[in-house]
T-cell receptor
Framework: SQTIHQWPATLVQPVGSPLSLECTVE??????LYWYRQAAGRGLQLLFY??????ISSEVPQNLSASRPQDRQFILSSKKLLLSDSGFYLC????????????FGEGSWLTVV | GEDVEQSLFLSVREGDSSVINCTYT??????LYWYKQEPGAGLQLLTY?????DMKQDQRLTVLLNKKDKHLSLRIADTQTGDSAIYFC???????????FGKGTSLLVTP
């Protein structure tokens, strides 16, 4: 069976510090991978998606970036965090583009202070 | 992008039925989904329906789809306090890479 894990689960970072959130998927190959952000009262916002190693599409211009160094690894990064980057970050995977379901990780709470 | 709209709050009494509604604008939507999010947790897939169906039932959950009106609903029978959560409606199309989510409906079940 497939599993998805992301970490850390919670972190508090000062403004201007870097960020690295990691996500890995097990039990499948060549998945589509996603990073969503959930800010209070604003639902789910798609940040990045990837259909293969090294292929990253950005949905929202911002100071965040994503990388996919391995087939089942997806990393969300920032060089300098802003207060507005606070939120709940969700990694997700999907088998392919044909309408199959997206499955989510446990989420990472980021508070920028 | 395409819009998915849901009411933000719903309160029901334990034992009653809950109906959460959703509308979407993308006429090419192929799959429509309902996810549940408990406090501090990720999203859990509850059920999904293919666009050529108009109803799907799974135990206490019933999904109704009116494709003409682009309206989706989730009915939870015999609602329990453990059903209190945020429920997200989402849609995807064959041409889309990701799901497009609504803002979520907070369901509060009172004893």
């Amino acid at each position: 069976s497939q599993t998805i894990h992301q970490w850390p689960a919670t972190l508090v970072q000062p403004v201007g510090s870097p960020l690295s959130l990691e996500c890995t998927v097990e039990g499948t190959s060549n998945p589509n991978l996603y990073w969503y952000r959930q800010a209070a009262g604003r639902g789910l916002q798609l940040l990045f998606y990837s259909v293969g190693i090294g292929q990253i599409s950005s949905e929202v211009p911002q100071n965040l970036s994503a990388s996919r160094p391995q087939d089942r690894q997806f990393i969300l990064s920032s060089k300098k965090l802003l207060l507005s980057d606070s939120g709940f970050y969700l990694c997700a995977w999907r088998k392919d583009n044909s309408g199959n379901t997206i499955y989510f990780g446990e989420g990472s709470w980021l508070t920028v202070v | 992008g395409e819009d998915v709209e849901q009411s933000l709050f719903l309160s029901v009494r334990e034992g009653d039925s809950s109906v959460i509604n959703c509308t979407y604008t993308d006429s090419s939507s192929t799959y429509l989904y309902w996810y549940k999010q408990e406090p501090g947790a990720g999203l859990q897939l509850l059920t999904y329906i293919f666009s050529n169906m108009d109803m799907k039932q799974d135990q206490r959950l019933t999904v109704l789809l009116n494709k003409k009106d682009k309206h989706l609903s989730l009915r939870i029978a015999d609602t329990q306090t453990g059903d209190s959560a945020i429920y997200f409606c989402a849609e995807s199309s064959n041409s889309g890479y990701a799901l497009n989510f609504g803002k979520g409906t907070s369901l509060l079940v009172t004893p």
